[in-house]
């Protein structure tokens, strides 16, 4: 017996056409009765980057600016979201109760959206992938594969268009 979805993570690197998969998550959502936690992951900086920039900030000031830098991050990306969401939405605003939580942590992507589907017991996972060919999947690896490499949940990877959509996280 295939288990009930119940929690679905959607994880988004908010590219502009990113937004396309969220209607998958829209739909599996309505589908299934379940609930969607919305997940991003702003990158820290390189140790090379923070190496570069701690040679003219000290490392409080660099703390304290990266700090300030992510929390503007989070607020925007936030609200981008809930834009999306009221858009994909409009006029049933009952529908923005799927939406369970807005999630934006820090990290590395692949490791952290491994860590908040066992964290939230998400059923499944819902991700766009940039499809940037095989030689530079090949070489360069993507989060969408690092997650599928270790995930023991079933996983949708949803080809993001190359073009503009009538859904985009632009600003």
Do not use: C, H, Y
């Given at each position: 017996m295939?288990?009930?979805?119940?929690?679905i993570l959607y994880a988004t690197?908010?590219?502009?056409n990113s937004a396309y998969a969220f209607r998958y998550?829209?739909?599996?959502?309505q589908k299934h009765d379940a609930q969607i936690i919305i997940l991003h992951v702003v990158e820290k900086p390189s140790p090379t980057v923070e190496g570069l920039v701690q040679m003219f900030l000290d490392k409080t000031e660099?703390?304290?600016?990266?700090?300030?830098k992510k929390d503007g991050q989070i607020k925007r990306i936030q609200e981008r979201v809930k834009e999306v969401a009221k858009r994909e939405?409009?006029?049933?605003s009952e529908m923005m109760k799927l939406v369970k939580s807005i999630v934006v942590v820090e990290g590395d992507p692949a490791a952290e959206i491994l860590k908040k589907t066992q964290e939230y017991d998400c059923d499944i996972l819902i991700m766009g992938t940039h499809g940037q060919g095989l030689i530079s999947q090949t070489f360069l690896g993507s989060v969408a594969q690092k997650?599928?490499?270790?995930?023991r949940k079933p996983v949708f990877?949803?080809?993001?268009p190359e073009e503009e959509t009538d859904v985009?996280?632009?600003d």
């Open positions: 295939i288990p009930r979805i119940k929690n690197d908010l590219t502009e998550a829209i739909n599996s959502a660099f703390e304290k600016m990266w700090a300030e939405f409009a006029g049933q997650v599928l490499n270790r995930i990877i949803i080809p993001i985009t996280f632009k």
